[in-house]
């Protein structure tokens, strides 16, 4: 065969590349790995997962999520349209609904999927997403997989959100944006923008994944907080795997969202159904909180504790409006190294590089607990004073 008519790509294994790519993002700093963590770490402080309530491992979601799996099984055994619904589900939407004071809510198997479903149901080819420019990745995605015309605005300028509507063709327009984002921690200015949206005739989609048991009296979220619950012009987003410590997902807010999601959404009507086990737990935990809300102030309090002793020691640290502050590193490698370091001490933090954050602004990521006592406080300062020292 003569080389114009050799296949392209025949001079090695198609995914050679792979092999490419490697070895640059080992270079950058940037090359990661899954390690999986022993199922107890009592001498361990996790400062790195999103279980911000302590609820996880609480003995009444621990009952309740062994309960489940007695009376349900271990999967819920197919889409929520066929056999996937159970009375856990339809117990824990009406709960969520309540406690955010919304009329509905619908449960899918991630915050991830409920992203994907709102967005990409609410909007589509002719129409205007507007998207805060460091929105979380399942918002990203979303905003591509949708269709639409995507604008992506400077984080939370309001202004550039105005811009962006008034400026539009389409009749059709959804703002989309974090009510916490997760990294640095800051909240969105959802009062300025739902005024935004409603002189545009547009609609507000709101993440709540890092708002749900944290923000908010008795942690009912950004959203309540800012006198927007039950809006007619408000949906809400929510993840069951942070603050609620399971799994899974939901989309909150008018009815007719949820209706217009069970005929139209793809990861709702494909999707295996939330599986009961994990419904169970989330259910338990938000009962846990609605006793007990005293533990949404608990988890800002210690987030703010921890954000100001870092400060003092001197790091470049951003101050949390919920549970998540940043500690700034810089060098992908420096953090990476500093997050080593700490681990090595007895406390996990989160090391956040490229693509996560961009170039140059790699960190350390801290998630406080509402569970957290004094002496936690003072070891996680301790450790990261010496696992930054003179990087």
């Known amino acids: 065969m003569s080389e114009k008519n050799s296949p392209v790509g025949s001079g090695g294994h198609p995914l050679d590349w792979l092999d490419l790519r490697e070895k640059e993002r080992i270079a950058a700093g940037l090359r990661r790995r899954v390690r999986p963590r022993p199922a107890d770490e009592p001498d361990v402080l996790d400062l790195a997962g999103n279980d911000y309530l302590g609820l996880a491992r609480h003995p009444r979601v621990l009952d309740a999520a062994a309960d489940a799996v007695r009376e349900w099984g271990a999967g819920s055994t197919g889409s929520r349209l066929v056999t996937g619904s159970t009375r856990l589900h339809a117990d824990l939407e009406d709960l969520l609904a309540a406690h955010l004071e919304c009329e509905a809510a619908l449960v899918f198997s991630s915050g991830y999927l409920a992203n994907i479903a709102a967005i990409t149901s609410l909007v589509g080819r002719g129409d205007l997403v507007v998207s805060d420019a460091i929105n979380h990745a399942s918002i990203v995605d979303a905003c591509r997989l949708s269709r639409a015309r995507v604008t992506v605005t400077p984080h939370c300028d309001v202004a550039a959100v105005e811009a962006a509507l008034a400026n539009r063709s389409e009749e059709r327009a959804l703002v989309v944006v974090d009510a916490v984002f997760s990294v640095d921690g800051d909240l969105a200015p959802l009062a300025a923008l739902s005024a935004v949206v ?78 009961p086990v994990s419904v169970a737990a989330a259910l338990e935990s938000l009962r846990i909180l609605r006793e007990q809300p005293e533990l949404a102030e608990a988890v800002r309090h210690k987030a703010r504790r921890i954000a100001y002793g870092a400060r003092d020691l001197g790091l470049d640290t951003t101050l949390p409006a919920g549970a998540v502050a940043s500690v700034l590193i810089g060098a992908p490698e420096k953090a990476f190294e500093a997050a080593r370091r700490s681990a090595e001490m007895g406390v996990r933090v989160g090391c956040f590089r490229p693509p996560s954050v961009p170039d140059g602004l790699s960190r350390l990521r801290i998630a406080a607990r509402a569970d957290l006592t004094d002496a936690d406080i003072t070891r996680a300062l301790d450790t990261l004073g010496s696992a930054t020292r003179g990087l």
């Not at 409603?198 to 890092?210: K, M, Q, Y």
């Not at 979220?221 to 408000?234: I, K, P, T």
């Not at 809400?236 to 949820?258: D, E, N, Y």
């Open 198 to 275: 409603r002189r545009h005739n547009a609609v507000l989609l709101v993440d709540e994944a890092h708002g749900l048991g944290v923000m908010g009296a008795g942690g009912r979220g950004a959203v309540h907080e800012a006198g927007l619950a039950g809006a007619d012009h408000v949906v809400q987003t929510v993840t069951l795997s942070k603050a609620m410590g399971s799994q899974g997902g939901a989309v909150v807010g008018p009815a007719r969202v949820r209706d217009h999601l069970i005929d139209t959404a793809r990861p709702f009507i494909f999707d295996t159904g939330l599986a």
